[in-house]
């Protein structure tokens, strides 16, 4: 069934919120409705130990601030190692959540926010380090009006070129069948940062300013505890993981505003579990989320056509592969990668 989200005045341009305005009030004294809004930490853990020891370092000094109330949850998908005793150590109040085998990103992240008590929840990427204190920010950003049921901490690379690599990766408009026609049939790669992808990817405006945006990645995301368990949280069709957060803030659009709020930083690396997967296995599970997601959303006859788009884009790159750089290894995996995505796409099934 195709779901609509209601088109609201503000959701394709830049609004004035002013991250200053709310700095004489109460920390939750509008947005949020609670006086004294406390925030719980969701972090979703596969094979991640070094990544998430370094996120829990970041946390540990500002976990014991007075204001906001901080709490910590981790939900482990089976990995093969786990860091229990060293997580505890960096974070005694932790809250510790171990699957026998690996729920997936979305299933993992509802289990601790239905587990967490505070009225935010962020959800954190194991791969994010905290900017200074981005916490008193984050609930500034929900005592803004007209109140948000999310806010979106800006991401930053974590060295070299990563800033602008984070630019473009952290914000889009949601997806559309010109959007998928340009990627899959390489024109933005040919043609980078065009003006459609520049729109699209929020690249003209004004990073230092809030402004509303229709979807955020979830490598650091914060929404009102509320809003998330009133929608179901994510939708856990969207396994392993991969468009469960564009799934996601299509329906935290008819709860509010999603801001973008540059105040709140968090450095983040990317790309950690699909380098763990593999190519291989990361794009097949990608794109059968895409067309899952094109179903749900835009209906049978706009799902046929990506899913052609989808296959042309996998055949022109199965027949450039002999060109591509790097091993003949590398070669291989691309090939893989782009065959297993092509049976996805003419499979008619996600």
């Not at 194991?126 to 979106?152: H, L, M, Q, W």
């Not at 790309?271 to 094109?294: E, I, Q, S, T």
């Not at 591509?324 to 092509?342: E, W």
């Amino acid at each position: 069934m195709r779901q609509n989200v209601p088109r609201r005045d503000g959701i394709h341009k830049r609004v004035g919120y002013d991250p200053d305005a709310s700095s004489g009030r109460r920390p939750g004294s509008r947005g949020t409705g609670l006086s004294r809004p406390s925030i719980s930490v969701v972090i979703v853990c596969w094979n991640c130990g070094e990544e998430l020891l370094r996120c829990a370092s970041s946390l540990a000094p500002l976990a014991a601030a007075a204001e906001p109330a901080l709490e910590v949850v981790v939900v482990d998908n089976a990995s093969t190692t786990f860091p229990g005793d060293e997580l505890r150590r960096l974070l005694p109040a932790v809250r510790i959540m171990l699957n026998e085998h690996n729920r997936g990103f979305g299933p993992a992240a509802n289990q601790g926010a239905a587990a967490a008590a505070g009225d935010i929840l962020l959800l954190l990427n194991p791969d994010t380090e905290a900017v200074g204190n981005p916490f008193p920010a984050i609930v500034r950003a929900f005592a803004s009006s007209p109140s948000p049921a999310a806010v979106a901490p800006a991401l930053v690379g974590l060295e070299g070129d990563g800033a602008r690599a984070q630019d473009e990766f952290q914000l889009r408009r949601f997806p559309t069948l010109a959007r998928a026609a340009r990627e899959l049939l390489l024109v933005d790669r040919a043609w980078p940062r065009n003006p459609w992808l520049r729109r699209e990817r929020y690249l003209d405006e004004d990073r230092t300013r809030p402004f509303e945006v229709e979807q955020p990645a979830a490598a650091a995301l914060a929404v009102r505890r509320d809003v998330f368990l009133s929608l179901g949280g994510f939708d856990e069709r969207f396994v392993p993981a991969w468009f469960e957060d564009v799934d996601l803030c299509r329906r935290l659009w008819r709860h509010g505003p999603v801001l973008f709020w540059p105040e709140a930083r968090f450095a983040h690396v990317g790309g950690v579990a699909a380098r763990r997967l593999g190519h291989d296995h990361f794009l097949p599970m990608y794109y059968r989320n895409a067309c899952r997601y094109w179903r749900l959303h835009h209906g049978p006859g706009s799902a046929v056509t990506f899913r052609a788009l989808l296959a042309a884009g996998m055949l022109l790159r199965l027949l450039l592969v002999p060109w591509l750089p790097g091993r003949s290894s590398s070669r291989r995996i691309a090939a893989r990668a782009f065959a297993r995505t092509l049976a996805v796409a003419l499979g008619g099934r996600d």
